[in-house]
């Protein structure tokens, strides 16, 4: 059985970081933003502009229909 140490190891490693040079190019490139950070973590920092924000959660709860890109990022 995993812990949710190997569960986080898992999803930690199946998602590309970026850092902030790298993503600035994928938004330059039209890449789409979606800040799923919750919402006080967004009014203590903002957002990337034109970002949209839902929420982590709700994502998980309200969208498991999406199909998500074959390279997310993170």
Do not use: C, W
Not at 39 to 47: D, H, N, R, T
Not at 57 to 71: F, Q
């Amino acid at each position: 059985m995993n812990t949710i140490t190997d569960l986080l190891n898992i999803a930690n490693d199946s998602v590309k970081r970026l850092n902030f040079d790298e993503a600035n190019e994928l938004i330059l490139q039209g890449a789409f933003i979606i800040d799923v950070r919750e919402e006080s973590e967004v009014a203590q920092s903002g957002k990337v502009s034109d970002a949209l924000h839902i929420p982590r959660g709700l994502i998980a709860v309200s969208y498991t229909h999406l199909t998500l890109p074959t390279t997310p990022y993170v």
